[in-house]
């Protein structure tokens, strides 16, 4: 309980709020400066009466349970969270006590999350994020809340509840709460390029390419970071079917979309295209290659296909074998008596993958290619 006329942090104004009331008026939280009582918008907007009551309780309980291991204990702390992975930059803790020293269970330090009526945030990621950087954190309600004070016993037992609803860094990794199967298990994500010409698009992005994530980033260069989901990123809202031609699966073509909503579920059309080698500039109607069937098969390999770009001299030789596959582009069509060693070899090749716009058709700075009219 916060005893009257303790002082307490505002959320809004952060000025000095003091807790009073008796029998014969409620208990509330009032600014003691009438410039900040005037001008704060208070819990008018943003937060409920609820939800600031329930936060402004947290900070008094961690307060005392925390006393002598507190280096700071306050409301609304914006936490940087930037190299957790999730592509978020701050966290907005509604109650936090960080602790001088390292504790051996809550780590830096605990945060305490109330949901109420409209304040809900993205639990798993959220408590990832908190995570990732050293803090434990309970969310509660404001039904786990008292009228005038929160038992310190809510937050310990909802630590010791094996379903509960506290996560601490002793006991929790942080990467299991992030909702990608790549970084769940390496804690990286799968970054694939999504070429920009294809989605007439401003510039090249990327994407993570591991179920069910969709998280997505662009280079800036001037800032010298990763900017993630940045809003100039448009999602693209293209029919599967004008890849058919242009990408090369082992799929057959009728269950070509199928396949790939399959695979990627979310972002399907982004997924499809982002590290595609063969998906390359062309001067056809759509701007990049549609491929032919397979035309031949080398050395009795069937996974190895030689395919013809249906508008422009290239040919791509997949190899299909092994645990990959290797793409070699052509800059006319390779001589079928060669063996793939030979091709490899072959100084016809061409793996200049962005040629130059407007260029590459009259003459390709790595193959020669020249415009046959």
Not at 6 to 24: E, M, N, S
Not at 129 to 140: E, F, P, R
């Amino acid at each position: 309980m916060v005893p009257n006329q303790a002082p307490v942090q505002c959320l809004k104004c952060g000025d000095t709020l003091y807790a009073r009331g008796g029998k014969k008026r409620a208990r509330h939280f009032y600014h003691v400066n009438e410039t900040a009582s005037n001008s704060c918008s208070g819990m008018s907007t943003g937060e409920s009466p609820t939800h600031a009551r329930c936060v402004a309780l947290a900070v008094a309980t961690l307060q005392e349970t925390f006393d002598d291991q507190a280096e700071r204990c306050a409301a609304e702390v914006d936490i940087d969270v930037s190299d957790s992975g999730s592509g978020n930059r701050i966290r907005r803790a509604d109650a936090l006590v960080e602790f001088a020293e390292e504790n051996p269970f809550f780590g830096n330090g605990l945060v305490v999350e109330v949901q109420h009526q409209h304040h809900h945030k993205d639990v798993r990621t959220t408590t990832h994020d908190y995570l990732s950087v050293g803090y434990s954190v309970v969310w509660l309600s404001s039904t786990d809340f008292g009228e005038h004070e929160l038992n310190y016993s809510v937050i310990s037992d909802a630590f010791a509840a094996r379903d509960g609803s506290g996560y601490s860094v002793r006991n929790n990794v942080a990467r299991y709460f992030l909702d990608c199967e790549s970084y769940n298990h390496a804690g990286e994500h799968n970054w694939g390029v999504v070429p920009s010409y294809v989605l007439t698009c401003e510039n090249d992005y990327e994407i993570c390419t591991s179920r069910p994530c969709t998280l997505r980033r662009r280079y800036d260069e001037e800032a010298g970071e990763y900017i993630y989901d940045p809003d100039e990123i448009t999602i693209p809202d293209l029919p599967l079917k004008v890849l058919r031609n242009t990408l090369i699966t082992r799929s057959s073509r009728d269950y070509f979309e199928e396949s790939l909503k399959q695979r990627y579920v979310d972002g399907v059309l982004e997924k499809a295209l982002a590290d595609r080698p063969e998906i390359a500039p062309c001067p056809g109607p759509k701007g990049f290659h549609e491929w032919q069937s397979s035309e031949s098969v080398y050395d009795g390999y069937t996974r190895v296909e030689l395919h013809a770009c249906q508008h422009c001299p290239v040919h791509l030789l997949t190899d299909f074998r092994g645990y990959g596959r290797t793409d070699l582009f052509f800059s006319e069509h390779p001589d079928p008596d060669w063996d793939l060693l030979t091709l490899e070899a072959d100084p016809r090749q061409c793996e200049h993958r962005s040629h130059a716009e407007g260029l590459w058709y009259e003459s390709c700075p790595d193959c020669g290619v020249t415009n046959p009219q």
